[in-house]
């Protein structure tokens, strides 16, 4: 007895030893975050200083990139607990549109004065620069007040680590975050500094510290030593320092994937995610949802069941052929009920099950939803979901295989049909390409054209800032809760002067608001080399066309002048090989063994 009072005494020291610690170190890391808060603010009154005093524009800029390195700093907690506030703080320097409720806030923030002092900065625009940096000034000084009453468990801290990291990788160095001033580079410094403070703060293990301490260490020299944001080499230095650090980091935790299912787009940290270790499951609406192998088997036989359409001749496999990677290869897709075309271009459903949206224009959130469209869809399979379950339900086969994919249903409707044909897309996510296997360790996998392709792509090239890696999609990283759409012009006719744009107006024509006029989804690019014709409409048959397109400023570039366009209107000046290696990048994201899926 007396042992056990002992033991018992023992456990509950050490279990309020760690309460204790968990409470010293969050305490710990509020009092850090706000005198970097405090440091925060008297630079960017510095600036507003400078600003109302007319410095020359070299002394302005000098004094905003000082306060973008300090934001850095301590971007990981902002960006964490604050993810309402943080577009007004550094998003991109674009119209805050709200379908919802019909309202485009504009755009405040880091990024909107950056824009204004890099972008033919003129004197005139000291008071418009003036009332942002005070904007700005208010959101920050409300999350220095509020963010000490913020939990910071365990789990929170190792998850705003492993974000802080995605988002180097994926907003940071690719000039996501700084389009003109290009200063991406060295700011990845102060991310990753302050995320070794964080770790020095919070945790008491030295010994896992003085790794992080040491990694970052060594990263951080890299970057002094090439940060030349156009020669910057990404993919190098992803495998090389973040790939580590971030291993190091999840050493110390251990995951619990049991109530994540639903509210986590990945389990572990940036290395689980460039290898494609994601969960479309987080993508459902509802747990009864979740896939399982029943039910992405029934989803698969339904996949090709012509029995879903009016016609009884076609189904999903038509326009999306697995032979094709699951694409039809017309520039739009066929209407088989009444002839013709339909509107669009059939996009391939490969990771079609990591996208915060569907269709081009959005209007549907999930595949369940999209495929209820399809199925009611007078130019489609034009036949009623409840019409398709009284059917099937007379199949005794269907049934079979429907009570072992939903066990304890008496019947099924139109929800489990959906389900279960959404759960099998959610299984074409392979990332078995070349470029992934590189990822995963097989270093002959990759060609040299290819790598420099990949930092083309992430930098110079600028698309990887609408197609997040390693998805290359537009759903955006690392809360993969929002999905990004894009005015780019795209024209009628492949000409290259004096176009016209097509008529489609995209998510317009859902939403009637003026900045989402000719906006459409932004696609993945995985499997581009074998997914022709490109764009909504077709309109473009190969990659070199695409490549052009936008290294003339898309529509812009062409002849097409249009009031919201959000692509850039600059020209990328890309070489001959620059193109290449673009190229070569994109076929190395060709899945293998697709037609077997």
Not at 95 to 119: C, M
Request: proline share 4%; net charge neutral.
């Amino acid at each position: 007895m007396k042992q056990l009072i002992v033991f018992l005494l023992a456990a509950g020291i050490i279990l309020v030893n760690c309460t204790e610690y968990r409470k010293t170190g969050a305490n710990a890391v509020f009092k850090w975050a706000d005198n970097e808060l405090e440091t925060l603010e008297t630079d960017l009154l510095a600036l507003d200083s400078s600003v109302l005093n007319r410095k020359k524009l070299t002394t302005l800029q000098q004094k905003f990139f000082k306060s973008r390195l300090q934001y850095k700093r301590v971007e990981l907690l902002v960006e964490y607990y604050f993810q309402g506030l943080t577009k007004r703080i550094n998003g991109p320097a674009l119209p805050d549109i709200k379908v919802e409720d019909g309202q485009v806030w504009p755009p405040h923030g880091f990024q909107v004065i950056e824009q204004a002092l890099y972008d033919n900065y003129t004197l005139e625009r000291n008071k418009f620069i003036h009332n942002e940096i005070q904007l700005l000034l208010t959101d920050l000084r409300f999350i220095r007040s509020t963010l000490s009453t913020q939990p910071l468990l365990e789990r929170h801290a190792h998850e705003l680590m492993q974000h802080q990291l995605i988002r180097i990788v994926t907003q940071g160095q690719t000039g996501f975050d700084s389009p003109l001033a290009l200063q991406s580079i060295p700011e990845s410094i102060s991310s990753l500094e302050g995320l070794s403070i964080f770790c020095e703060k919070y945790f008491s293990k030295k010994s896992f510290v003085d790794s992080v301490e040491q990694l970052i260490t060594i990263s951080s020299k890299y970057i002094r030593e090439h940060s030349n944001f156009d020669e910057f080499d990404r993919l190098y230095f992803l495998r090389t320092y973040l790939f580590p650090l971030s291993s190091t980091l999840l050493s110390n935790y251990k995951i619990d994937h049991s109530d994540t299912v639903l509210t986590k787009p990945f389990f572990g940290g940036l290395v689980q995610v460039a290898k494609g270790e994601f969960n479309p499951d987080f993508f459902v609406n509802y747990a009864s949802g979740v896939s399982t192998p029943a039910k992405n088997k029934l989803g698969k036989r339904l996949f090709y069941e012509t029995r879903l359409s009016s016609s009884k001749k076609i189904s999903c496999s038509n326009c999306h052929n697995p032979t094709l990677y699951f694409t039809d290869g017309k520039n739009k897709a066929a209407n088989f009920i009444h002839g013709g075309l339909l509107e669009r271009n059939s996009p391939t459903l490969l990771y079609a099950g990591l996208q915060a949206a569907q269709f081009y224009d959005m209007r549907s959130i999930t595949l369940e939803d999209q495929i209820n469209e399809v199925m009611k869809n007078k130019k489609e399979f034009d036949l009623s979901p409840i019409s398709v379950a009284k059917m099937l339900n007379e199949d005794s086969s269907y049934r079979l295989e429907f009570e072992k994919a939903f066990p304890g249903s008496t019947s099924f409707g139109s929800y489990e049909i959906r389900n279960a044909i959404a759960s099998y897309v959610r299984t074409l996510i392979p990332f078995s390409s070349s470029f992934d296997n590189y990822l995963q360790g097989r270093s002959e996998a990759l060609s040299s054209h290819a790598k420099r392709g990949f930092n083309l792509f992430m930098g110079k090239a600028k698309c990887g800032t609408c197609h997040f890696f390693p998805v290359f999609n537009g759903t955006v990283p690392p809360w993969y809760t929002k999905a990004e759409s894009e005015i780019i012009g795209v024209p009628k006719t492949p000409i290259w002067k004096n176009a016209s744009v097509d008529d489609d107006q995209g998510r317009y024509e859902i939403n009637q608001m003026e900045e989402l006029r000719y906006s459409f989804k932004t696609p993945t690019v995985r499997n581009a080399a074998y997914t022709a014709p490109y764009m909504h409409n077709g309109v473009y048959k190969t990659l070199e066309e695409v490549i052009r397109f936008y290294e003339v400023g898309g529509g812009v570039g062409i002849g097409i002048n249009l009031s919201y366009q959000t692509l850039p209107f600059d020209k990328l000046q890309l070489s001959k090989d620059d193109k290449l290696a673009l190229i070569e990048f994109i076929k190395s994201l060709s899945d293998l063994s697709v037609a077997q899926r």
